[in-house]
């Protein structure tokens, strides 16, 4: 007789009916038991057609959404090289970092 591989109080994985031997799992459920469910299977031909006909429109969607991250892409970028070039230019004539930006209280146009 061989070791049962878990003990007898671990019902999760195993059904107590044979104490001593190995047991049969739990979660198996017989085909006549699923047959009996009647689970139904309903053919919808506008959305069959739907999905075999829009291969194209999703191929475009993708390649639109593509297109339009590339260019969100592309605008931070040159947003970035255009940061950079104002810090080297800063930086070349001797210019404090924050020279060129405003206060809240200036740009409301009150006074110090």
Not at 2 to 14: E, G, H, I, V
Not at 16 to 43: C, D, L, M, S, W
Not at 79 to 97: I, M, S, Y
């Amino acid at each position: 007789m061989q070791k049962a591989l878990y003990r007898d109080y671990d019902a999760l994985a195993y059904n107590p009916k044979h104490v001593g031997e190995e047991r049969g799992a739990i979660n198996y459920i017989k085909k006549t038991k699923q047959r009996q469910k009647g689970v139904e299977i309903v053919f919808d031909p506008k959305a069959h057609k739907d999905f075999v006909t829009g291969f194209r429109k999703r191929k475009q969607q993708r390649r639109k959404e593509a297109e339009k991250q590339i260019l969100k892409k592309s605008k931070a970028q040159r947003l970035e090289d255009r940061a950079q070039r104002r810090k080297e230019l800063k930086h070349q004539l001797g210019l404090p970092d924050d020279y060129g930006v405003q206060d809240s209280d200036t740009e409301r146009g009150e006074p110090y």
